[in-house]
Protein backbone atom coordinates (compact mmCIF):
# COMPACT_ATOMS: atom_id res chain seq x y z
CA UNK A 1 0.00 0.00 0.00
CA UNK A 2 1.25 3.63 -0.81
CA UNK A 3 1.99 5.92 2.17
CA UNK A 4 0.22 8.06 2.57
CA UNK A 5 1.80 11.84 2.49
CA UNK A 6 1.17 14.66 5.49
CA UNK A 7 0.15 18.02 4.44
CA UNK A 8 3.36 20.16 4.86
CA UNK A 9 3.60 23.24 6.19
CA UNK A 10 4.53 24.36 2.54
CA UNK A 11 1.41 22.41 0.89
CA UNK A 12 -0.54 24.42 3.46
CA UNK A 13 1.60 27.81 2.65
CA UNK A 14 0.41 27.56 -0.97
CA UNK A 15 -3.04 26.90 -0.11
CA UNK A 16 -3.34 30.00 2.02
CA UNK A 17 -1.92 32.14 -0.55
CA UNK A 18 -4.18 30.87 -3.60
CA UNK A 19 -7.16 31.48 -1.31
CA UNK A 20 -6.04 34.95 -0.38
CA UNK A 21 -4.47 36.25 -4.06
CA UNK A 22 -8.40 35.11 -5.42
CA UNK A 23 -10.56 38.52 -3.93
CA UNK A 24 -13.88 36.67 -4.50
CA UNK A 25 -12.52 33.92 -2.11
CA UNK A 26 -12.70 36.79 0.63
CA UNK A 27 -16.02 37.86 -0.35
CA UNK A 28 -17.43 34.34 -0.11
CA UNK A 29 -15.83 34.03 3.23
CA UNK A 30 -17.32 37.39 4.51
CA UNK A 31 -20.94 35.98 3.11
CA UNK A 32 -21.34 33.06 4.43
CA UNK A 33 -19.55 33.37 8.15
CA UNK A 34 -22.15 36.23 8.65
CA UNK A 35 -25.31 34.73 6.40
CA UNK A 36 -25.00 30.85 5.74
CA UNK A 37 -23.85 29.35 2.46
CA UNK A 38 -28.34 28.47 1.71
CA UNK A 39 -29.05 32.19 2.40
CA UNK A 40 -25.73 33.78 0.00
CA UNK A 41 -25.85 30.53 -2.53
CA UNK A 42 -29.69 30.80 -3.25
CA UNK A 43 -30.55 31.42 -6.72
CA UNK A 44 -33.22 34.60 -6.39
CA UNK A 45 -34.35 34.48 -10.06
CA UNK A 46 -35.37 30.82 -9.69
CA UNK A 47 -37.11 31.23 -6.17
CA UNK A 48 -38.79 33.71 -7.38
CA UNK A 49 -39.76 31.75 -10.36
CA UNK A 50 -40.66 28.29 -9.21
CA UNK A 51 -44.55 29.28 -8.58
CA UNK A 52 -47.13 27.51 -6.58
CA UNK A 53 -49.56 26.77 -8.94
CA UNK A 54 -50.65 23.21 -10.72
CA UNK A 55 -52.97 22.21 -13.11
CA UNK A 56 -54.06 19.59 -10.46
CA UNK A 57 -54.48 19.54 -7.01
CA UNK A 58 -55.28 16.99 -4.73
CA UNK A 59 -56.42 18.55 -1.79
CA UNK A 60 -55.55 16.52 1.67
CA UNK A 61 -55.98 19.12 4.18
CA UNK A 62 -53.64 20.28 6.64
CA UNK A 63 -50.38 19.02 6.68
CA UNK A 64 -49.28 16.34 9.73
CA UNK A 65 -45.68 16.37 11.54
CA UNK A 66 -44.10 13.72 12.33
CA UNK A 67 -41.97 16.08 15.10
CA UNK A 68 -38.77 14.66 15.47
CA UNK A 69 -38.77 11.02 14.15
CA UNK A 70 -37.85 9.06 11.44
CA UNK A 71 -41.68 7.82 10.39
CA UNK A 72 -42.19 9.55 7.06
CA UNK A 73 -43.16 6.88 4.90
CA UNK A 74 -45.49 5.58 8.22
CA UNK A 75 -47.38 9.51 8.04
CA UNK A 76 -46.77 9.57 4.17
CA UNK A 77 -48.69 6.22 3.64
CA UNK A 78 -51.31 6.80 6.08
CA UNK A 79 -51.83 10.22 4.06
CA UNK A 80 -52.54 8.21 1.37
CA UNK A 81 -54.96 6.17 3.21
CA UNK A 82 -56.71 9.06 4.98
CA UNK A 83 -57.44 10.89 1.98
CA UNK A 84 -59.21 7.83 0.80
CA UNK A 85 -60.68 7.61 4.40
CA UNK A 86 -61.79 10.92 4.23
CA UNK A 87 -64.12 10.22 1.10
CA UNK A 88 -65.67 7.17 2.59
CA UNK A 89 -66.19 8.93 5.91
CA UNK A 90 -67.38 12.07 3.93
CA UNK A 91 -65.28 13.96 6.38
CA UNK A 92 -63.02 17.55 5.87
CA UNK A 93 -60.45 16.20 8.48
CA UNK A 94 -59.44 12.63 9.66
CA UNK A 95 -56.10 11.41 10.60
CA UNK A 96 -54.62 8.03 11.26
CA UNK A 97 -52.70 7.23 14.37
CA UNK A 98 -49.00 6.92 13.19
CA UNK A 99 -48.04 6.12 17.28
CA UNK A 100 -50.13 2.80 16.01
CA UNK A 101 -48.20 1.89 13.09
CA UNK A 102 -45.19 2.40 14.74
CA UNK A 103 -45.80 0.42 17.57
CA UNK A 104 -46.53 -2.83 15.53
CA UNK A 105 -43.67 -2.11 12.91
CA UNK A 106 -40.95 -1.70 15.49
CA UNK A 107 -42.56 -5.01 17.44
CA UNK A 108 -42.60 -6.97 14.24
CA UNK A 109 -38.79 -5.65 13.29
CA UNK A 110 -37.61 -7.03 16.52
CA UNK A 111 -39.14 -10.53 15.90
CA UNK A 112 -37.95 -9.94 12.23
CA UNK A 113 -34.60 -9.11 13.23
CA UNK A 114 -34.17 -11.76 16.00
CA UNK A 115 -34.99 -14.68 13.64
CA UNK A 116 -32.63 -13.51 11.06
CA UNK A 117 -29.79 -13.06 12.90
CA UNK A 118 -30.09 -16.23 14.37
CA UNK A 119 -30.49 -17.76 11.21
CA UNK A 120 -27.13 -16.36 10.59
CA UNK A 121 -25.53 -17.31 14.13
CA UNK A 122 -26.52 -20.86 13.10
CA UNK A 123 -25.28 -20.74 9.75
CA UNK A 124 -22.02 -19.85 11.15
CA UNK A 125 -21.95 -16.14 10.22
CA UNK A 126 -18.77 -14.43 11.99
CA UNK A 127 -19.80 -11.70 14.36
CA UNK A 128 -17.59 -9.39 12.89
CA UNK A 129 -18.83 -10.07 9.30
CA UNK A 130 -19.54 -7.13 6.70
CA UNK A 131 -23.51 -8.15 6.65
CA UNK A 132 -23.80 -9.04 10.57
CA UNK A 133 -21.96 -5.41 11.71
CA UNK A 134 -24.16 -3.93 8.97
CA UNK A 135 -27.40 -5.34 10.54
CA UNK A 136 -26.42 -4.26 13.86
CA UNK A 137 -25.71 -0.68 13.22
CA UNK A 138 -29.11 -0.56 11.02
CA UNK A 139 -31.26 -2.07 14.19
CA UNK A 140 -34.27 0.12 15.60
CA UNK A 141 -33.90 3.11 12.88
CA UNK A 142 -37.39 4.40 12.42
CA UNK A 143 -37.12 4.59 8.34
CA UNK A 144 -39.26 2.12 5.69
CA UNK A 145 -40.16 1.49 2.74
CA UNK A 146 -44.46 1.62 1.13
CA UNK A 147 -44.04 -2.81 1.40
CA UNK A 148 -43.54 -2.85 4.75
CA UNK A 149 -46.21 -0.03 5.98
CA UNK A 150 -48.29 -2.35 4.00
CA UNK A 151 -47.40 -5.43 5.66
CA UNK A 152 -48.27 -3.62 9.03
CA UNK A 153 -51.64 -2.22 8.04
CA UNK A 154 -52.70 -5.65 6.22
CA UNK A 155 -51.82 -7.13 9.36
CA UNK A 156 -52.78 -4.94 11.85
CA UNK A 157 -54.85 -2.47 10.13
CA UNK A 158 -55.07 0.98 11.32
CA UNK A 159 -57.02 3.37 14.06
CA UNK A 160 -57.83 7.01 14.31
CA UNK A 161 -54.95 9.42 15.88
CA UNK A 162 -57.67 10.40 18.97
CA UNK A 163 -57.98 6.74 20.20
CA UNK A 164 -54.20 6.31 19.93
CA UNK A 165 -52.36 9.18 20.08
CA UNK A 166 -48.87 10.36 19.79
CA UNK A 167 -46.48 10.20 23.17
CA UNK A 168 -43.45 11.99 24.36
CA UNK A 169 -41.41 8.85 22.55
CA UNK A 170 -43.47 8.37 19.22
CA UNK A 171 -42.48 12.05 18.89
CA UNK A 172 -38.92 11.86 19.73
CA UNK A 173 -38.15 8.50 19.27
CA UNK A 174 -34.14 8.86 19.91
CA UNK A 175 -34.18 7.60 23.96
CA UNK A 176 -36.56 4.51 23.22
CA UNK A 177 -34.71 3.68 19.80
CA UNK A 178 -31.04 3.58 21.80
CA UNK A 179 -32.97 1.11 24.56
CA UNK A 180 -33.93 -1.08 22.08
CA UNK A 181 -31.14 -1.23 20.25
CA UNK A 182 -29.08 -2.12 23.32
CA UNK A 183 -31.49 -4.87 24.19
CA UNK A 184 -31.20 -6.26 20.33
CA UNK A 185 -27.16 -5.86 20.70
CA UNK A 186 -27.52 -7.80 24.10
CA UNK A 187 -30.05 -10.68 22.70
CA UNK A 188 -27.10 -11.30 19.72
CA UNK A 189 -23.86 -11.05 21.95
CA UNK A 190 -25.85 -13.76 23.58
CA UNK A 191 -26.58 -15.58 20.97
CA UNK A 192 -23.13 -16.25 19.76
CA UNK A 193 -21.86 -17.11 23.05
CA UNK A 194 -24.41 -19.79 23.25
CA UNK A 195 -23.29 -21.04 19.88
CA UNK A 196 -19.49 -21.06 20.49
CA UNK A 197 -20.64 -23.11 23.41
CA UNK A 198 -22.68 -25.42 21.58
CA UNK A 199 -25.72 -24.96 22.87
CA UNK A 200 -27.79 -24.26 20.29
CA UNK A 201 -31.59 -24.69 21.97
CA UNK A 202 -30.57 -21.65 23.87
CA UNK A 203 -30.64 -19.23 21.11
CA UNK A 204 -34.43 -19.72 20.93
CA UNK A 205 -34.77 -18.95 24.06
CA UNK A 206 -32.82 -15.40 23.90
CA UNK A 207 -35.42 -14.79 20.94
CA UNK A 208 -38.62 -15.33 22.98
CA UNK A 209 -36.78 -13.43 25.99
CA UNK A 210 -35.45 -10.41 23.76
CA UNK A 211 -39.00 -10.03 21.99
CA UNK A 212 -40.98 -10.06 25.18
CA UNK A 213 -38.52 -7.43 26.51
CA UNK A 214 -38.91 -5.41 23.22
CA UNK A 215 -42.58 -5.46 23.91
CA UNK A 216 -42.56 -3.93 27.17
CA UNK A 217 -39.93 -1.29 26.08
CA UNK A 218 -42.56 -0.53 23.36
CA UNK A 219 -45.55 -0.54 25.24
CA UNK A 220 -43.86 1.53 27.99
CA UNK A 221 -42.91 4.11 25.55
CA UNK A 222 -45.76 3.94 23.62
CA UNK A 223 -48.82 2.74 25.23
CA UNK A 224 -50.79 -0.28 24.60
CA UNK A 225 -52.43 -0.09 21.63
CA UNK A 226 -56.28 -0.97 21.11
CA UNK A 227 -57.16 -4.05 20.15
CA UNK A 228 -61.11 -3.17 19.35
CA UNK A 229 -62.43 0.27 20.03
CA UNK A 230 -66.30 2.29 19.72
CA UNK A 231 -66.14 4.01 16.57
CA UNK A 232 -68.77 7.35 15.66
CA UNK A 233 -68.33 10.46 14.09
CA UNK A 234 -69.91 13.39 12.49
CA UNK A 235 -69.58 13.75 9.03
CA UNK A 236 -69.34 17.12 6.44
CA UNK A 237 -73.37 17.42 6.66
CA UNK A 238 -73.35 17.60 9.94
CA UNK A 239 -74.87 13.87 10.25
CA UNK A 240 -73.91 11.53 13.16
CA UNK A 241 -72.62 7.96 12.28
CA UNK A 242 -72.14 5.06 14.70
CA UNK A 243 -70.46 1.92 13.54
CA UNK A 244 -70.22 0.77 17.42
CA UNK A 245 -67.10 -1.47 18.17
CA UNK A 246 -64.57 -2.50 15.58
CA UNK A 247 -61.38 -4.00 15.57
CA UNK A 248 -58.59 -1.51 13.53
CA UNK A 249 -58.22 -4.23 10.96
CA UNK A 250 -61.80 -4.05 10.13
CA UNK A 251 -62.28 -0.13 10.20
CA UNK A 252 -58.87 -0.56 7.81
CA UNK A 253 -60.94 -2.70 5.18
CA UNK A 254 -63.97 -0.76 5.72
CA UNK A 255 -62.60 3.00 5.35
CA UNK A 256 -59.39 2.40 3.11
CA UNK A 257 -59.51 -1.29 1.51
CA UNK A 258 -61.59 0.16 -1.67
CA UNK A 259 -58.12 1.60 -2.72
CA UNK A 260 -56.57 -1.36 -2.30
CA UNK A 261 -53.26 0.02 -1.67
CA UNK A 262 -51.55 -3.46 -0.64
CA UNK A 263 -51.92 -4.50 -4.11
CA UNK A 264 -49.95 -1.70 -5.54
CA UNK A 265 -46.43 -1.77 -7.06
CA UNK A 266 -43.60 -0.04 -5.98
CA UNK A 267 -41.20 1.40 -8.75
CA UNK A 268 -37.89 2.55 -8.47
CA UNK A 269 -35.41 4.58 -11.22
CA UNK A 270 -31.70 2.92 -10.02
CA UNK A 271 -29.33 4.71 -12.31
CA UNK A 272 -26.67 2.16 -12.42
CA UNK A 273 -26.09 0.35 -15.86
CA UNK A 274 -25.24 -3.27 -14.55
CA UNK A 275 -28.96 -3.26 -13.12
CA UNK A 276 -31.26 -3.45 -15.87
CA UNK A 277 -34.87 -1.48 -16.61
CA UNK A 278 -37.85 -3.55 -16.87
CA UNK A 279 -36.37 -5.53 -13.78
CA UNK A 280 -37.32 -6.80 -10.18
CA UNK A 281 -35.01 -5.77 -7.41
CA UNK A 282 -34.84 -6.96 -3.72
CA UNK A 283 -32.51 -6.18 -0.93
CA UNK A 284 -31.14 -9.18 1.38
CA UNK A 285 -32.31 -9.18 4.87
CA UNK A 286 -34.62 -6.34 3.93
CA UNK A 287 -38.21 -6.29 5.66
CA UNK A 288 -40.57 -6.05 9.42
CA UNK A 289 -43.08 -8.55 9.44
CA UNK A 290 -42.13 -12.07 9.18
CA UNK A 291 -44.62 -14.04 6.83
CA UNK A 292 -45.53 -10.65 5.08
CA UNK A 293 -44.55 -9.37 1.53
CA UNK A 294 -40.98 -9.17 0.81
CA UNK A 295 -39.78 -5.65 -0.63
CA UNK A 296 -39.37 -5.60 -3.98
CA UNK A 297 -39.58 -3.15 -6.84
CA UNK A 298 -39.73 -3.16 -10.98
CA UNK A 299 -36.52 -0.80 -11.81
CA UNK A 300 -38.09 1.20 -14.42
CA UNK A 301 -37.31 4.86 -16.09
CA UNK A 302 -37.60 7.60 -14.47
CA UNK A 303 -39.88 9.16 -16.92
CA UNK A 304 -42.04 6.17 -16.73
CA UNK A 305 -42.19 6.91 -13.16
CA UNK A 306 -43.75 10.86 -13.90
CA UNK A 307 -46.46 9.05 -16.53
CA UNK A 308 -48.06 6.87 -13.78
CA UNK A 309 -47.63 9.29 -11.40
CA UNK A 310 -49.39 12.39 -13.31
CA UNK A 311 -52.33 9.47 -14.85
CA UNK A 312 -53.09 8.98 -10.85
CA UNK A 313 -53.01 12.21 -9.88
CA UNK A 314 -55.20 13.44 -13.18
CA UNK A 315 -57.25 10.92 -13.66
CA UNK A 316 -57.99 9.35 -10.44
CA UNK A 317 -57.39 11.99 -8.18
CA UNK A 318 -55.87 10.44 -5.16
CA UNK A 319 -52.26 11.37 -3.35
CA UNK A 320 -49.28 9.28 -4.59
CA UNK A 321 -46.79 7.54 -2.56
CA UNK A 322 -42.92 8.40 -3.13
CA UNK A 323 -39.57 8.14 -1.82
CA UNK A 324 -36.43 10.76 -2.93
CA UNK A 325 -33.17 12.00 -1.55
CA UNK A 326 -34.69 15.31 0.37
CA UNK A 327 -31.45 17.16 1.36
CA UNK A 328 -29.96 18.52 -2.06
CA UNK A 329 -31.05 22.55 -3.33
CA UNK A 330 -33.89 22.26 -0.34
CA UNK A 331 -35.25 25.26 0.53
CA UNK A 332 -37.41 24.26 3.83
CA UNK A 333 -38.64 27.43 5.29
CA UNK A 334 -40.14 28.12 1.58
CA UNK A 335 -40.99 24.91 0.74
CA UNK A 336 -38.92 24.29 -2.55
CA UNK A 337 -36.04 21.90 -4.48
CA UNK A 338 -34.83 22.88 -7.71
CA UNK A 339 -31.79 21.34 -9.28
CA UNK A 340 -30.58 24.77 -9.67
CA UNK A 341 -32.23 26.58 -6.58
CA UNK A 342 -28.47 27.08 -4.81
CA UNK A 343 -25.50 27.84 -6.60
CA UNK A 344 -22.60 26.12 -4.76
CA UNK A 345 -20.14 25.85 -7.25
CA UNK A 346 -20.41 29.29 -7.69
CA UNK A 347 -19.15 29.83 -4.15
CA UNK A 348 -17.19 27.31 -4.10
CA UNK A 349 -15.30 27.61 -7.18
CA UNK A 350 -15.86 23.87 -7.87
CA UNK A 351 -17.53 22.18 -10.36
CA UNK A 352 -20.08 19.44 -8.65
CA UNK A 353 -20.70 17.49 -11.56
CA UNK A 354 -21.53 13.58 -10.52
CA UNK A 355 -24.79 12.70 -12.35
CA UNK A 356 -27.94 10.58 -10.87
CA UNK A 357 -26.08 7.43 -11.38
CA UNK A 358 -22.52 8.39 -9.80
CA UNK A 359 -24.14 10.03 -6.86
CA UNK A 360 -25.78 6.77 -6.16
CA UNK A 361 -22.32 4.89 -6.63
CA UNK A 362 -20.30 6.81 -4.56
CA UNK A 363 -22.60 7.25 -1.76
CA UNK A 364 -23.54 10.80 -2.42
CA UNK A 365 -27.00 10.14 -2.69
CA UNK A 366 -30.14 7.64 -1.94
CA UNK A 367 -33.53 7.66 -0.39
CA UNK A 368 -33.82 9.25 2.77
CA UNK A 369 -37.11 10.99 3.34
CA UNK A 370 -40.66 9.54 1.90
CA UNK A 371 -43.86 12.32 0.64
CA UNK A 372 -47.08 11.99 -0.80
CA UNK A 373 -47.80 13.62 -4.69
CA UNK A 374 -50.80 15.70 -3.97
CA UNK A 375 -50.52 17.78 -7.31
CA UNK A 376 -48.87 18.19 -10.85
CA UNK A 377 -48.77 21.25 -13.59
CA UNK A 378 -49.00 19.85 -16.81
CA UNK A 379 -48.13 21.42 -19.75
CA UNK A 380 -50.61 22.13 -22.85
CA UNK A 381 -49.95 19.14 -24.33
CA UNK A 382 -51.41 17.03 -21.87
CA UNK A 383 -48.30 14.64 -20.89
CA UNK A 384 -45.26 17.43 -20.07
CA UNK A 385 -44.75 17.53 -16.50
CA UNK A 386 -43.51 21.48 -15.21
CA UNK A 387 -43.63 21.16 -11.28
CA UNK A 388 -45.15 18.86 -8.73
CA UNK A 389 -47.12 19.72 -5.06
CA UNK A 390 -45.84 17.83 -2.55
CA UNK A 391 -47.65 16.48 0.79
CA UNK A 392 -44.62 16.89 3.01
CA UNK A 393 -44.65 16.01 6.92
CA UNK A 394 -43.19 18.49 8.71
CA UNK A 395 -46.01 20.53 9.84
CA UNK A 396 -47.70 23.40 8.91
CA UNK A 397 -45.67 26.67 9.80
CA UNK A 398 -43.32 26.02 6.73
CA UNK A 399 -43.72 25.92 3.20
CA UNK A 400 -47.48 26.67 1.77
CA UNK A 401 -48.37 25.34 4.60
CA UNK A 402 -46.72 22.33 5.06
CA UNK A 403 -46.85 21.85 1.31
CA UNK A 404 -43.92 21.51 -0.72
CA UNK A 405 -43.19 22.75 -4.68
CA UNK A 406 -41.02 20.54 -6.60
CA UNK A 407 -39.10 21.43 -10.04
CA UNK A 408 -39.54 18.63 -12.33
CA UNK A 409 -36.05 18.40 -13.33
CA UNK A 410 -35.37 17.54 -9.86
CA UNK A 411 -37.86 14.89 -9.54
CA UNK A 412 -35.40 13.68 -12.59
CA UNK A 413 -32.16 13.53 -10.04
CA UNK A 414 -33.74 12.90 -6.56
CA UNK A 415 -36.69 10.97 -6.81
CA UNK A 416 -35.76 7.38 -6.28
CA UNK A 417 -39.12 4.96 -6.11
CA UNK A 418 -43.06 5.60 -6.39
CA UNK A 419 -46.23 3.31 -5.49
CA UNK A 420 -48.41 2.73 -8.34
CA UNK A 421 -51.29 0.60 -8.98
CA UNK A 422 -50.80 -2.23 -11.00
CA UNK A 423 -52.84 -1.89 -13.17
CA UNK A 424 -50.68 0.45 -14.34
CA UNK A 425 -48.16 -1.27 -15.73
CA UNK A 426 -47.87 -2.46 -19.40
CA UNK A 427 -47.88 -6.36 -19.70
CA UNK A 428 -44.34 -6.49 -19.84
CA UNK A 429 -43.72 -5.00 -16.59
CA UNK A 430 -46.70 -7.26 -15.15
CA UNK A 431 -45.42 -10.42 -16.54
CA UNK A 432 -41.81 -9.41 -14.86
CA UNK A 433 -43.48 -9.18 -11.45
CA UNK A 434 -43.83 -13.11 -11.72
CA UNK A 435 -40.41 -13.35 -12.06
CA UNK A 436 -37.45 -13.35 -9.59
CA UNK A 437 -36.12 -10.32 -8.46
CA UNK A 438 -31.78 -10.05 -8.88
CA UNK A 439 -31.18 -9.81 -4.93
CA UNK A 440 -28.75 -7.28 -4.16
CA UNK A 441 -26.75 -7.02 -1.14
CA UNK A 442 -28.39 -5.64 2.35
CA UNK A 443 -25.85 -2.54 2.13
CA UNK A 444 -26.98 -1.79 -1.48
CA UNK A 445 -27.71 1.79 -1.56
CA UNK A 446 -30.68 1.21 -3.05
CA UNK A 447 -32.15 -0.50 0.53
CA UNK A 448 -32.12 2.77 2.15
CA UNK A 449 -34.96 3.31 4.26
CA UNK A 450 -37.11 6.71 4.01
Sequence with gaps: MTELQPLSNDALTVLREDFDDDG??????????????????????????????????VDNGEATHQDRSGRCWLFSSLNVARFVAKKNLNVKEFEFSQNYAMYYDKLERINYF????????????????????HLLADVMGDGGQWTMAMNVYKKYGAVPKDLYPETASSKNTGAMNTQLRHMLHT?????????????????????????????????????????????????????????????PQEFWKKYVGSADLESYVCLVDDPRKEHPKGRKIAIEHLGNVAGGDATEYLNVPNQFMKDCVRKILVEQGIPVWFG???????DRESGAWATDLFEYGSIYDFDFD????????????????????????????GTTTRRWRVENSWGA?????????????????????????????????????????????????MGALA
Design 24 to 57: TNRMAMNAVTAAGIDTVAKNYDRARLLQRRFSTV
Design 114 to 133: LQDVAALVRAGEPADSRLVQ
Design 187 to 247: AVARMFAAFAAGDDATIDEIVTEARAAGHRILTIHLGEPPVSFDWEWTDADGEFHRDGEIT
Design 324 to 330: ADCHPFM
Design 354 to 381: LDKEERVRFADSAMNHAMAFAGVDVAED
Design 397 to 445: KIADKGYFTMSDDWFTEYVYEVAVPKALLPEEYQAVLEEPAISLPAWDP
